[in-house]
C-alpha cells in the first residue's frame, strides 16, 4: 500500500523558514517524480512544485508565485521528499500535501493526509 | 499558464438523479504522443486529500465506481455521476497535466438535494 506522511508544519512568522518532509512507503520512490501542492482553507488546489527522479537528473520546476522562495529536494535512499520554504508571506498560508505521480504522466494517484503551515505575526 | 474554468461552482442533486459537471480548459491540453487529453478529475471530501478518478479525460482509476464517466475534447470536458450517491458528496477539480505549471479547476461543490 502506498503511503506519503508530510510532516513538519507549523506557524510561523512572515519572512521566516520551515521545512516540510514527506516520508513515502509502498512503491519504488526513486523512479517517481514527485510534487507539493497547496490548498488554501476553503479554496482551490495550487500546485507547488516539482522534482524529477534521478534518470531525468533530479530536476526542478516551480510555481511563480513561490519561485526563487522555495525549494524541493529528495532523498532516495530515505524515501523521503523536502520543500524548503524562506522568506514566507502570510498567503503561503495553507495545507500543503506531496504527492506522487502516476509514472506516465503528471496526474497523481496517491497522496499524502497534508500538513498544516500558518504565516502570522 | 492554462487556465481551468469549472462550473457550476455547486451542485445539488437528488439521489439516484445525475450529475455533470464542466470543466473549460483555455487552450488545446491535446497530448500529441497518445492523441489523447491531458486531464484527470479528483473528488475531495471533508478533510481529507483529492483522490484521483479520472485520467486522460475518460479513463477511470482503479477501484473509481463506474457511475464515474468522464468525457469531452478539444477545451471542453465532462465529469458525469450517473446516479448520486450520498458518499459521492465532495468537492470536484479537473486537473490539466499537459504542461507546467500543472493547474487546476475551481472546484464544483456537490450535494444532495
Known amino acids: 500500500e502506498v503511503q506519503l506522511v508530510e510532516s513538519g508544519g507549523d506557524l510561523v512568522q512572515p519572512g521566516g523558514s520551515l521545512r516540510l518532509s514527506c516520508a513515502a512507503s509502498?512503491?519504488?520512490?526513486?523512479?517517481?517524480?514527485l510534487d507539493w501542492f497547496r490548498q488554501t482553507p476553503g479554496k482551490g488546489l495550487e500546485w507547488v512544485g516539482r522534482?524529477?527522479?534521478?534518470?531525468?537528473?533530479?530536476?526542478?520546476g516551480y510555481a511563480a508565485s513561490v519561485k526563487g522562495r522555495f525549494t524541493i529536494s529528495r532523498d532516495d535512499a530515505k524515501n523521503s521528499l523536502y520543500l524548503q520554504m524562506n522568506s514566507l508571506k502570510i498567503e503561503d498560508t495553507a495545507v500543503y500535501y506531496c504527492?506522487?505521480?502516476?509514472?506516465?504522466?503528471?496526474?497523481?494517484?496517491?497522496w499524502g493526509q497534508g500538513t498544516l503551515v500558518t504565516v502570522s505575526s | 499558464d492554462i487556465a481551468m474554468i469549472q462550473s457550476p461552482d455547486s451542485l445539488a442533486v437528488s439521489l439516484g438523479e445525475r450529475a455533470t459537471i464542466n470543466c473549460k480548459s483555455s487552450?488545446?491540453?491535446?497530448?500529441?504522443?497518445?492523441?489523447?487529453?491531458?486531464l484527470a478529475w479528483y473528488q475531495q471530501k471533508t478533510g481529507q486529500p483529492p483522490r484521483l478518478l479520472i485520467y486522460?479525460?475518460?479513463t477511470r482509476e482503479s477501484g473509481v465506481p463506474d457511475r464515474f464517466s468522464g468525457g469531452g475534447s478539444g477545451t471542453d470536458f465532462t465529469l458525469t455521476i450517473s446516479s448520486l450517491q450520498t458518499e459521492d458528496v465532495a468537492v470536484y477539480y479537473c486537473?490539466?497535466?499537459?504542461?507546467?505549471?500543472?493547474?487546476f479547476g475551481g472546484g464544483t461543490k456537490v450535494e444532495i438535494k
Open positions: 504527492a506522487k505521480d502516476s509514472g506516465v504522466r503528471p496526474y497523481f494517484d496517491s
Open positions: 509502498g512503491f519504488t520512490f526513486s523512479d517517481h517524480y
Open positions: 522534482i524529477r527522479n534521478k534518470a531525468d537528473g533530479y530536476t526542478t
Open positions: 487552450q488545446s491540453i491535446l497530448y500529441s504522443s497518445n492523441n489523447k487529453n491531458s
Open positions: 486522460w479525460a475518460s
Open positions: 486537473q490539466q497535466y499537459n504542461s507546467l505549471p500543472l493547474t
